[in-house]
């Protein structure tokens, strides 16, 4: 019996123990989640940064278009980098920042003018 009245006890403070750790481990897998996030989005911005340099250089380019551009691309740059920053140190990042900057990168990609 006394065996039995033990085991509540013993099952309570395993799953004390445990608990942390299964928390920690959530907690770190958000972390990488969010640091493959920022990954891909400095990847996306330097594809789209580029279509917007080139669109830039081209003789037919809508002035209007490249005035505008040019702030949109800085924006979310600037949103971006500290972000790709902390998540090569193993900062923690923000899921609003990272959300943030990807909404700034989409504002700056639907200025570009749609390839043929």
């Known amino acids: 019996m006394k065996l039995s009245f033990l085991r509540p006890k013993a099952v309570a403070l395993t799953a004390a123990l445990l608990l ?45 278009v490249v005035a505008k551009l040019k702030p949109a691309f800085q924006k979310a740059h600037d949103q971006i980098r500290p972000l790709d920053e902390a998540a090569r140190k ?20 639907t200025l570009l003018p749609a390839s043929n």
């Open 20 to 64: 942390p750790l299964a928390l920690t481990a959530c907690g770190a897998n958000q972390t990488v989640q969010r640091q493959q996030s920022v990954y891909g989005l400095s990847l996306s911005y330097a594809a789209a940064a580029q279509l917007a340099a080139d669109y830039e250089k081209n003789p037919a380019a809508d002035p209007a």
């Open 90 to 109: 193993g900062d923690p990042l923000g899921e609003a920042a990272v959300e943030a900057a990807q909404d700034a990168l989409d504002a700056a990609r």
